[in-house]
């Protein structure tokens, strides 16, 4: 059984469905906001948009009960809220790992859509850059 047959299973059929549309969704829009991170007048609003984006898949995959999204999320969240405190350009190890984040989701967008197992989290997304440089 895949994730998406688990999913659909355990929860309401139209809840498992919207999550699918939804976070589609908020993959497809990561990647523009990641490197519009690098343009200074869009700096605090794309921090904003991707603060927004990973709240919702942090709560949203709690309910559900995907764990290792949940995990992420977070992780990712307290990253971008740190961004969001300093008020600081980001850096292109930022955005690098920023960009390597989204294609981890996107790989869990294809599980879902092709109801695979999620995949494992890659060790190397659990280290946050170095924020300062």
């Known amino acids: 059984m895949g994730i998406k047959a688990h999913l659909e299973a355990n929860f309401d059929y139209e809840i498992v469905d919207e999550f699918l549309d939804h976070y589609s969704l908020m993959v497809d829009s990561m990647e523009v906001m990641i490197i519009d991170l690098s343009k200074p007048e869009l700096h605090d609003r794309s921090v904003d948009g991707l603060f927004r984006v990973f709240h919702t898949i942090k709560s949203a995959s709690a309910f559900l009960g995907l764990e290792s999204m949940r995990k992420l999320s977070a992780l990712v969240e307290d990253t971008l ?53």
């Open 81 to 133: 809220e740190t961004l969001r405190e300093s008020k600081k350009q980001v850096n292109e190890e930022t955005i690098n790992w920023l960009l390597e984040i989204h294609d981890m989701f996107a790989v869990w967008n294809d599980d879902l859509r092709f109801d695979n197992e999620l995949s494992k989290v890659k060790f190397s997304l659990l280290k946050i850059p170095d924020l300062d440089r």
